[in-house]
């Protein structure tokens, strides 16, 4: 399952899949064990890579159709100032990968004894007192 890439091993990546199931886009979401990237794009492509660690909770989406074709959006709520919600969209088996994120997120952690009580106010939202 992992993919090497430009010297980044990849745990797991897939396309959007926005037409019964099928990977016509050129939106593309890899996993490392640190980082979620989304490349979107074919002549210019946008690259935003989220860090694990600030990813706070998650979420699954998957209407009826959807489920009949086997994909699913994952909604992650971070703490970044610049993406505070990243959807994941149509991707194939959303339940295992969710599973597989959440694992890396624990592990990633755990390494660095980070938990969510050290993002509180990292998000830039102005809780901070200015003397």
Not at 6 to 13: C, F, G, L, N
């Amino acid at each position: 399952m992992a993919k090497k890439d430009k010297q980044i091993d990849y745990v797991w990546s897939d396309k959007k899949r926005p037409f019964l199931g099928l990977p016509i886009s050129f939106t593309r979401y890899y996993l490392t064990e640190n980082r979620l990237i989304t490349r979107a794009g074919l002549f210019n492509v946008d690259e935003d890579e989220l860090e694990l660690y600030r990813i706070v909770d998650k979420s699954l989406k998957r209407t009826f159709w959807r489920r009949i074709f086997g994909v699913g959006t994952l909604v992650l709520f971070c703490k970044d100032v610049d993406t505070p919600e990243k959807h994941v969209v149509s991707v194939k088996c959303p339940r295992e990968v969710s599973d597989l994120i959440g694992s890396y997120i624990s592990q990633y952690r755990d390494r660095y004894a980070i938990r969510g009580r050290d993002m509180i106010g990292s998000a830039g939202d102005g809780d901070c007192d200015h003397y």
